[in-house]
């Protein structure tokens, strides 16, 4: 019987950012479920120095790099009897330029795939991906133009959350309305001025993470920031009554809330799409309030009621509107249970590599099958709230 044996090359040492914390968690999660080998390699000086540096002397440094490489040999001597494969899940596809750390790694591997999030910025994914047997992206609205680009099968596998894990909320929930990244200035001023105002008994936390380390000292653990900001995050939409979220045709023209988020990879998407807030928000159960991106993925995997609320795009209508939710304790206890339960049945990490693997034509590790079976459980022991 052939052994499967998986192998992730990780981006973790080469770039430290609340951003890209979702990737490496997902990272984990395949250590954790599937076994998986992790591999994270370094980059040379040359590419740092280029990276880091903009110069004349750095242009010339990075023309000596690509010559002996950007990274430092990547070891790995996968065993010729067993079935090798090579996953990357990376936020930015420039990053997948990496696999070169690794000699001769088509000829090592099987199968070789990758996950991109930020999957609209379609001019930088490195020629070597036309080598990869897959390409999972999570928005279907690239998915032919990467087909057309890259000649490879494109396959959409949505956003989720480790809803198991880390879902549902915590009560007292003390934060009213909670918002983080990229906020248009016209609603946080406005909420600002109205929640948080002294007479106010309402409370509105908004939480910025503009903080990125590129080549780190410290791996991904919990002494780094990116991963610290992700435990907070998850305590924070746990804690939240409501979370604020919306969608990038409402946000980029609107100018997002921190100078430097005109620089957001956003500002490039053109698109409508579903992106990771709006999953993250639901499993935690806090009830999301803003713009509903305007995609087809919504139906289908936010297809329940008030999934989310819509708020109107004058803020002082918003603020007016996110008052009477507040002051109706029993909308919003049905909307959050609602919101968890329905995550776990259709949002959890657990469902999307399943979703993955069985694309790649891979069996089912034994520890994510249990996994999966704990999902059932917990979603037949609330069953009576699927319904509502």
């Known amino acids: 019987m052939k052994t499967y044996r998986f ?21 984990n999660l395949f250590i954790k479920w599937c076994k998986a080998h992790l591999v994270a390699p370094e980059a040379k000086f040359t590419y740092r120095y280029a990276t880091l540096n903009c110069s004349f002397w750095s242009k010339a440094v990075e023309k000596m790099g690509r010559i002996g490489g950007s990274f430092y ?9 067993d079935c090798n494969i090579l996953l990357m899940m990376d936020t930015s596809a420039n990053a997948l330029k990496k696999v070169a750390s690794i000699a001769n790694w088509r000829q090592k591997f099987d199968i070789v795939a990758a996950y991109v999030e930020d999957c609209w910025l379609l001019d930088s994914f490195p020629h070597a991906v036309k080598q990869f047997d897959r390409l999972f992206i999570p928005h279907v609205e690239f998915q032919s133009q990467l087909e057309q680009q890259l000649n490879i099968p494109v396959s959409v596998l949505p956003c989720a959350f480790d809803v198991l894990t880390h879902g549902a909320g915590i009560k007292p929930r003390t934060v009213d309305v909670f918002s983080y990244g ?4 016209n609603y946080y001023l406005e909420l600002q001025s109205i929640l948080n105002a002294a007479g106010s008994g309402c409370f509105y936390y908004h939480q910025t993470f503009d903080q990125k380390e590129l080549f780190p000292k410290l791996t991904y653990c919990s002494e780094r920031f990116d991963y610290l900001h992700r435990l907070q995050l998850k305590k924070l939409l746990k804690r939240s009554k409501l979370t604020l979220a919306f969608d990038f045709s409402y946000t980029v ?19 409508s799409v579903l992106n990771r807030r709006w999953f993250e928000g639901a ?19 936010f297809d329940w009621e008030d999934a989310t609320i819509e708020l109107p795009d004058q803020p002082a209508e918003g603020a007016e509107l996110i008052q009477d939710l507040l002051s109706d304790r ?14 776990l049945a259709k949002n959890d990490w657990r469902l999307r590599i399943r979703d993955m693997l069985k694309q790649l034509d891979i069996p089912l590790p034994s520890g994510l099958e249990l996994e999966l079976e ?10 009576p709230s699927l319904a509502t």
């Open 7 to 27: 192998w992730i090359l990780s981006s973790r040492k080469l770039v430290a950012s609340p951003a890209w914390a979702g990737s490496f968690e997902i990272e």
């Open 73 to 81: 040999p990547t070891h790995i001597e996968p065993s010729p009897q």
């Open 182 to 185: 990229r906020t248009p200035r």
């Open 253 to 271: 023209p609107r100018a997002a809330l921190h100078e430097s988020m005109k620089f957001h990879p956003s500002h490039k998407c053109g698109q």
């Open 283 to 301: 499993a935690a159960g806090t009830v999301l309030v803003g713009k509903r991106p305007q995609t087809e993925m919504m139906s289908q995997y």
């Open 330 to 343: 029993e909308r919003l206890e049905a909307v959050s249970q609602r919101n968890y339960v329905q995550s």
């Open 374 to 383: 704990q999902l059932q459980r917990k979603i037949h022991s609330l069953r």
